[in-house]
């Protein structure tokens, strides 16, 4: 199956600093990816479907100027938490689509202190 | 609406048995796919296995296979021969023509016992 990778794995940081997570489709070209946050003993819920080369589309309830994406090519695709606080700690992974499958990528688990 | 319905919070099946993880949809929409991810404490989402809605036959990888009651608006993944690498979250999926963002089910734990 087609293959999505996120960096970083893992990240801690201080409240008020700002993380970026990458996305890549390793082995095929996406125009659309997918950003989702998944608290815990719960099913994803989806935040903004990315395009390449266009503006994200944010779901209701989801802070655009808090959580920044860029799809600047087919394959890579960046979640950006700004000025991230403890509420923002969670479970943030990544797919992107292929033909009619989204493919997900690990995850990636974000830790503000 | 559409809307995937999974009434299993959790199962325990013994090693080497079959196991069948149910899931109902809800859609108005004449073309749609289902499907089945698995999701490890590792936190991944592993794609396992897509049912298109005009497809005549049941999908099947492997040990899993889905079991596409049209009518009854289910698509149960059946998986055969547990593993305890098994043991996961699996959740059903959908999309349909005119939404082509997933849908989640609220997730079915498997636990394989030994």
């Known amino acids: 199956g087609a293959v999505v990778s996120q960096h970083p794995s893992w990240v801690i940081c201080k409240s008020g600093t700002s993380v970026k997570i990458e996305c890549r489709s390793l082995?095929?070209?996406?125009?659309?990816m997918f950003w989702y946050r998944q608290f815990p003993k719960q099913s994803l819920m989806l935040m903004a479907t990315?395009?390449?080369?266009?503006?994200?589309?944010?779901e209701q309830g989801v802070e655009k100027d808090k959580f920044l994406i860029n799809h600047a090519s087919l394959t890579l695709s960046t979640l950006t938490v700004t000025s991230a606080h403890p509420e923002d700690s969670s479970f943030y992974i990544c797919?992107?689509?292929?033909?009619?499958?989204?493919?997900f990528g690990p995850g990636t688990r974000l830790t503000v202190l | 609406a559409q809307k995937i319905t999974q009434t299993q919070p959790g199962m325990f099946v013994q090693e080497k048995e079959a196991v069948t993880l149910d899931c109902t949809y809800d859609?108005?929409?004449?073309?749609?796919?289902l499907f089945w991810y698995k999701q490890p404490s590792s936190g991944e989402m592993i794609f396992l296995i897509y049912q298109g809605s005009y497809d005549q036959q049941n999908a099947t990888e492997g040990r899993y296979s889905l079991n596409f009651q049209k009518a009854r608006k289910s698509a149960n993944l059946v998986i055969s021969a547990s593993q305890l690498g098994d043991s996961a979250m699996y959740f059903c999926?959908?999309?349909?023509?005119?939404?082509?963002?997933?849908?989640w089910g609220a997730g079915t734990k498997l636990i394989i016992k030994p």
């Open positions: 797919s992107a689509r292929d033909l009619y499958t989204q493919y």
């Open positions: 999926a959908m999309t349909t023509d005119s939404n082509y963002q997933l849908i």
């Open positions: 990315s395009n390449e080369g266009s503006k994200a589309t944010y």
């Open positions: 082995d095929f070209q996406a125009t659309t």
């Open positions: 859609t108005s929409d004449p073309s749609y796919g």
